[in-house]
């Protein structure tokens, strides 16, 4: 009888370190999954904030856009004024007339607005093309930040899987137990 104590007692033991490693393991797993999980929701911040910006970016050059296309009209407005002096001017050579400043600083005025409104317009076309560079390089973050999530979410899967596993040897085994221990 006291060996059949003794055995027991060494059982009891056993399991009991079994059940303490296995509940350490199933707290590693859950420890592993939570550091996963809160990686995964970081990317998915990151990316958000990357479209955002991105969205923003895109509403921002929509608007530069029709600010380069009014200046772009008003410099076909102030081409086409120039060209219709230019033609007069011609005209009135043709007719022998030689007084002609009046007309000619009419036309340098003009030609004047068209270096002016297409200055103006370049410059809006480079603030849109840097912009454009910068939603590239956003969306490409964004993207690179959800491939991460979903590398994060998998690899939480699979610590949750484990964690399952474990649980379930844990409570296999209390089952297996007598229920006087």
């Known amino acids: 009888m006291v060996i059949t104590m003794g055995l027991i007692d060494e059982d009891i033991r056993t399991l009991d370190n079994i059940l303490k490693e296995k509940n350490s393991e199933l707290n590693a797993h859950k420890?592993?999954?939570?550091?996963?999980q809160e990686s995964a929701r970081?990317?998915?911040?990151?990316?958000d904030n990357f479209r955002n910006m991105s969205r923003d970016l895109m509403k921002t050059n929509s608007e530069l856009r029709k600010e380069r296309d009014r200046y772009n009209e008003l410099t076909r407005q102030a081409k086409s004024e120039r060209e219709n002096i230019k033609i007069r001017i011609e005209e009135l050579r043709a007719d022998g007339v030689r007084d002609l400043e009046a007309l000619k600083t009419e036309r340098?005025?003009?030609?004047?607005q068209v270096v002016e409104y297409h200055a103006k317009s370049q410059?809006?076309?480079?603030?849109?093309?840097?912009?454009n560079e910068r939603i590239d390089s956003m969306k490409k973050l964004a993207d690179e930040a959800h491939e991460q999530s979903i590398k994060f979410r998998e690899a939480a899967d699979k610590e949750h899987q484990e964690f399952v596993r474990?649980?379930?040897e844990i409570?296999?085994?209390?089952?297996e137990l007598p229920d006087d221990l």
């Open 31 to 36: 420890k592993s999954r939570d550091k996963f």
């Open 42 to 47: 970081n990317s998915q911040i990151k990316r």
């Open 108 to 112: 340098d005025a003009f030609h004047r």
């Open 123 to 131: 410059d809006i076309h480079a603030r849109i093309e840097e912009n």
């Open 166 to 168: 474990c649980l379930e």
């Open 171 to 175: 409570r296999r085994i209390r089952d």
